[in-house]
């Protein structure tokens, strides 16, 4: 399934948040979502699932279908949405956290049957968590955490993720191996978009970059193509060198003198 989103803007009363954002992604790609805080990326979003699709102007195409065609019930059969993970929640065991992803294929006063049970088992497989199936969610580290919200998405069975920085409260490995999954999911056909702080993970497993810059696209294309120096620095305000590797491009921070 592909997104494509034409002159959007969106505004919070009389302040703009976004201004005649366009970008285009296909079946299969990985778009890595660019910039500061408070630049409009949440609020993005919000509008491309279908939470603010009365106060936008522009146009959001899913498969070139306006997405404001869509009623609520059909957007979940089509987009899933990954939050980051979150410290306070119920004592729900993993595989009914998963069973979750499958709430908008039954009835408001149904129980899941065998079908939904099977796919959450199924989405849990998938990402390689089936062994925590009976495990409480609130005591999982934050990476098991990440991948249980990857798998309540699959669940849901939708071919595009919207992922809202799904590596900003993990370590190292934590964020290699949930990344690794996201990029072997769009190896199999789903439509990913997910914000990041680090603009080296563009690099290493998106196709696309959408860079946003006070409620403006400040670049969007190809890593290679539109990744660059001065493009990092326009939108964090950090000097950076590009060292070519054996696994791509290397983003390094240029070092300030600190008298001691």
């Known amino acids: 399934m592909s997104i494509k989103v034409e002159n959007l803007s969106f505004a919070y009363g009389k302040k703009n948040v976004l201004n005649d954002i366009s970008f285009h992604v296909k079946e299969g790609e990985l778009l890595a979502l660019l910039g500061p805080n408070g630049v409009g990326k949440t609020t993005l979003f919000r509008c491309i699932l279908g939470i603010q699709s009365k106060k936008y102007t522009g146009n959001i ?18 987009i899933a949405y990954i939050p980051q993970t979150h410290g306070h929640v119920f004592n729900y065991q993993v595989k009914d956290m998963v069973l979750m992803g499958t709430s908008h294929k039954v009835s408001s006063f149904a129980v899941p049957g065998k079908k939904e ?83 080296q993970q563009a690099f290493w497993y998106a196709e696309k970059v959408l860079a946003l810059k006070n409620g403006t696209v400040a670049a969007f294309g190809a890593p290679n193509e539109v990744l660059t120096a001065d493009l990092v620095y326009h939108l964090y305000g950090i000097k950076s060198k590009f060292l070519e590797s054996e696994a791509g491009y290397v983003i390094v921070p240029e070092k300030k003198s600190i008298k001691v």
Do not use: C
């Open 61 to 78: 195409y899913l498969n070139d279908q306006d997405i404001r065609s869509f009623n609520t019930k059909q957007l979940a059969h089509n």
């Open 117 to 199: 049970r099977e796919a959450a088992e199924a989405a849990m497989k998938r990402v390689g968590i089936e062994w925590l199936a009976n495990k409480n969610y609130a005591h999982l580290s934050g990476g098991e955490q990440q991948l249980v919200l990857i798998a309540r998405a699959l669940a849901q069975q939708a071919k595009i993720l919207i992922m809202d920085e799904p590596t900003s409260a993990l370590d190292f490995g934590n964020q290699t191996h949930v990344l690794e999954q996201v990029y072997a999911l769009s190896r199999e056909g789903y439509t990913v978009i997910l914000s990041t702080h680090n603009p």
